[in-house]
């Protein structure tokens, strides 16, 4: 079980091949690192499961590979998405096998051991979120790690100091830990010796995370969306293949705008960011990497509210419209996405 969606084993993966699954896309949603938030967004899960579906195939339609198997109708058959009369939420993927790195506290830090990982793994899930940035929308962690001085302008291959609402000439490929209790931004040659990565093997990375922007991006614009930012995630299969695997292309994977207008998950984080718990959450997150405790939700004084009624019913819609344009499926009853922005800026008082 994740934080939005569960995962059902029908048939599991061994060292030498790969196991069979079902992701079950439910209406929850998380922000923040926290897990399950206090209510649910309805026909969120199908919407996410559409959206990925889409993004998958239109992936390996250009040679990519992926684990996507097919989308289960309500028949329980997996079958392309073209073939789907009605939403799903349900998607059959393959599966690889999943090392978590050892966790240590060293000199009241904490430390994981990836040791395990090598160039010789294989079917398994590489232990790294692989993100671009084809813009600098406000709300980008990037604004914040300069603050912080937890990256420089140089790593990010910046040569100004950026501001809200850039659009980036050449996008920024960024990388962070996957299973780690908080996701951790690293730099490239880290993340090569954690994950054990070749010299080939990094740029055949970067080259798919150049593939999957494209075709994000043209997916997008199908809803008239920007595609500003977004992660993928990737495995080897039995022979050390890279594919790509979890889901992509979805406004939980990804920051779209619409004419400026935040049309992703960033629209709840920014609800979230102006109530007293994320200051809360905040000075946790921060207490526990200075006390090097691993539980850093224990320490948070304070629990999330529920999300406006309004704006969740508009959060809706922008998942449900999303879906319906891109893919061009129409299976949601939903206003079209123009409406649907209009009303969230009444909303907000735009």
Known sequence: MGSVKDLQIIKKPTKTAMGIGNFLFSDRYSVFDWGEMPDHIEGKGAALCLMGAYCFEELENIGVNTHYRGLVNSK???????????????????????YRPKINVFKGKLT???????????????????????????????????????????????????????????????????????????????????????????????????????TITKAASNAGLKNE??????????????????????????????????????????????????????????????DGIQDWKALCVSKPPKLDPKLKTVISHMYMSVANEMTNKNLFDSPKLSQVIDSYKEYIGE
């Open 229 to 290: 930012d977004g992660k993928i995630e990737l495995a080897f299969d039995e022979k050390r293949r890279l594919i790509l695997v979890d889901v992509l292309g979805t406004l939980d994977e990804c920051r779209f705008t619409y004419d400026g207008i935040h049309v992703s998950k960033e629209v709840a984080r920014q609800f979230y960011r102006k109530t007293s718990w994320y200051t809360d959450l905040e000075q946790a997150k921060s207490r526990s990497e200075i």
């Open 112 to 214: 994981h051991d990836y040791s395990q990982y090598s160039s010789e793994l294989k079917n398994c899930l590489i232990p790294l979120e692989i993100i671009y940035r084809n813009g600098l929308p406000e709300g980008s962690s990037v604004f914040k790690r300069l603050s912080q001085g937890k990256v420089t302008l140089d790593e990010l291959g910046l040569d100004h100091e950026p501001k809200p609402g850039e659009i980036l000439v050449t996008p920024i490929f960024d990388v962070s830990t996957k299973l780690e209790e908080t996701d951790r931004y690293i730099t490239w040659s880290e993340a090569q010796k954690i994950a054990g990565l070749t010299d080939q093997e990094l740029v055949d990375i970067k080259a798919v995370l150049l593939k999957a922007d494209q």
């Open 76 to 98: 329980g058959k997996a079958v392309k998405l073209a073939e789907l009369k009605e939403p799903s939420c349900i998607m059959e993927v393959d599966l690889v096998n999943v």
